[in-house]
Nanobody, 121 residues
Framework: QVQLVESGGGLVQPGGSLRLSCATS????????IGWFRQTPGKEREGVSC??????VPLYAESVKGRFTISRDKNTVYLQMNSLKPEDTAVYYC????????????????WGQGTQVTVSS
C-alpha cells in the first residue's frame, strides 16, 4: 500500500527558505516518479517539480526554477525552497506516478495529505 506523508511546511518571511519532506512507503521508487504540487483555494492544482529516480533529471515549473530544488534520500523526497515569495503560499502535496515525470496532476495516482506553506511578513 502506497503511503505518502508530507512535512516541513510553516510560516516564513519573503526571501526565506523551507524544506519540505515527503516520506514514502510501499513505493518502489526505482519504478516511480515523485512530484510536488501546490494548490490555493479556488485554483487548480499546480505542478511544481518532479523527479524520476532512475535518471535523477528533475522537472521544474518555470515559476520556481532557480529557487526550488527536488532531491531524494532513500525513501524520502525533499523540496528545498529558497527565495520564497508570497505567491508561493499554498498547500503543498507530493504524489507518485509510474514511469516518467509530469507536471500535470491528473497523471498522478497516489497523494499525501498536504502541508501548508505560508509566505508572509
Amino acid at each position: 500500500q502506497v503511503q505518502l506523508v508530507e512535512s516541513g511546511g510553516g510560516l516564513v518571511q519573503p526571501g526565506g527558505s523551507l524544506r519540505l519532506s515527503c516520506a514514502t512507503s510501499g513505493v518502489p521508487l526505482e519504478h516511480y516518479a515523485i512530484g510536488w504540487f501546490r494548490q490555493t483555494p479556488g485554483k487548480e492544482r499546480e505542478g511544481v517539480s518532479c523527479l524520476r529516480t532512475t535518471d535523477r533529471v528533475p522537472l521544474y515549473a518555470e515559476s520556481v526554477k532557480g529557487r526550488f530544488t527536488i532531491s531524494r534520500d532513500k525513501n524520502t523526497v525533499y523540496l528545498q525552497m529558497n527565495s520564497l515569495k508570497p505567491e508561493d503560499t499554498a498547500v503543498y502535496y507530493c504524489a507518485t506516478v509510474v514511469g516518467i515525470c509530469y507536471l500535470d496532476y491528473k497523471m498522478f495516482a497516489s497523494w499525501g495529505q498536504g502541508t501548508q506553506v505560508t509566505v508572509s511578513s
